[in-house]
């Protein structure tokens, strides 16, 4: 037997296939770009201890916030 969807059904099938993809993704990048204090935190306790002028490869500046405000002297 085929089932052939057609008008409100199809709306819902789709709806429901566009909504779970929704839910799977909002976690994993809709939530960390919304809340980015909670993933500031984690990097903070985990790197804490670790000297990265030492561990930079190449003698490279270490990155920086391009958009990040100077002080004003």
Do not use: C, H
Not at 19 to 37: C, F, T
Not at 42 to 69: A, L
């Amino acid at each position: 037997m085929v089932l052939i969807l057609k008008g409100w059904r199809y709306v819902a099938f789709i709806g429901g296939i566009v909504g779970s993809i929704g839910l799977a993704i909002y976690p994993i990048i809709i939530s960390p770009m919304l809340n980015p204090a909670d993933y500031k935190k984690i990097q903070e306790e985990t790197r804490k201890g670790i000297d990265r002028e030492t561990i930079q490869p190449g003698n490279m500046k270490i990155w920086t916030d391009p958009f990040e405000r100077k002080a004003e002297k």
